[in-house]
């Protein structure tokens, strides 16, 4: 690894929120970047709001900053970030550039965007050769406008919400001004390339997995059918819209009375009141378990134990939707069968029939799935095999991260 990326101020990695236990696959990336040799210094917009931390977080050795998140909390932060960016050969640039955005999306967020932008300015290192941001919505703005200001390049990685609910103008004007961008889905790469005057420098990185964090799967699970003692259904995610768990409740009531199961959900969100109303009135709660935001180590130890993995993703009213989920590779990592939808990048991982089973987001459809998927144990264990077998072959972290890595280190040299 050349001297400028073992020099932490030579590239800032920008983030939407550290630590957030729903993006493991950031800390996997960042962690493993660091491995490879690379060192750098990141700037979250926004400060930690979940209660717990995976090990990953602390794993992790770079410098975090947090830039303001609401620019009225900070004034004299900000006024020494705009008081130094004027004077920067490229503050105009920017400026030019910020003005032309604001004309279309003429919100107190996009503001807000170009006074975090001013103080990563200022206070990003003077070594500073590269800006990377996750996410191609707000870090990527911000990211963006810091880069110019300091006359060195940037680049991205996309990944779901900020690829389908961004409008094409900005993704267009992203992509023609990045080195270079990743996203994690073909479909997202297809989307993205589509938009870019070259798309060579758009790379398909998936996520993948790091099985050097996981444990080797359970033994095989007792062939419970419902029949006697419940099959335990397990499900990993935010309590949104695109999550699809209203979906899943109704399927759930479909199910035969004598059917004997529990479900068993991991995660927060902002439906979680109302979805566990719906729960009582639909006269579930008493086979409802609703644990909230865990740690991965706890993650792992429900997937470890339950017998069937349910995410019924789906795509939101706003255009939201999942891109490829890393859960469903955790799921898999411990060989527990896996029920999901045909949405958006999930078939890219989970073929129906033979890593999983797929079917269309509606509570009919999934509630049929999970009926079959009770009563045959046989079949979930098949499943469960061949969804390892692919992750292990095909979805593993390396190369993506060796081909990320090569990008950076080239762009900061």
Known sequence: MNEAARSAGSLAIVLKGWPRLSETFIAQELVALESRGLCFEVWSMRH????????????????????????????LRVLRGALHAMRLPGFG???????KHLMRDPTPNRGR???????LAREASGDLRFVYAHFLHTP??????????????????AHAKDIWKSPDWEKRDKLARATFGATCTALGAQHLRSLSSHPQDLDLVYHGLDLSRFPAPPPPRPARDGSAEPVTLLSVGRLVEKKGYDLLLDALARLPENLNWRFVHIGGGELSEQLQAKA????????????????????????RSADVFVLPSRIAGDGDRDGLPNVLMEAASQ???????????????????????????????IADALLAMIRDPASRSGYAKAARERLVSEFGMDAGIDRLAGRLVAAIA
Request: include cysteine.
């Open 280 to 303: 009582v009135k639909l006269g579930l709660a008493d086979r409802l378990e609703w644990r909230g935001a865990c740690n991965q180590a706890e993650v792992i130890e429900a997937l």
């Open 48 to 75: 930690p709001t979940d209660k717990k931390r995976h090990a990953l977080h602390d794993a992790l050795r770079a410098k975090v900053r947090y830039l303001p998140e609401y620019l009225y909390e900070e004034p």
């Open 93 to 99: 640039k920017a400026l030019g550039l910020w003005l």
């Open 140 to 157: 990527s703005s911000v990211a963006l406008y810091a880069s110019l200001m300091r006359g060195v390049d940037w680049g991205f990685s």
């Open 335 to 365: 060989e527990l069968p896996i029920l999901s939808t045909k949405v958006s990048s999930i078939p890219e991982f989970i073929e129906n029939g033979r890593q999983g089973v797929l079917v269309e987001p509606a509570s009919t459809d």
């Open 113 to 119: 965007r170009f006074g975090q932008a001013m103080v």
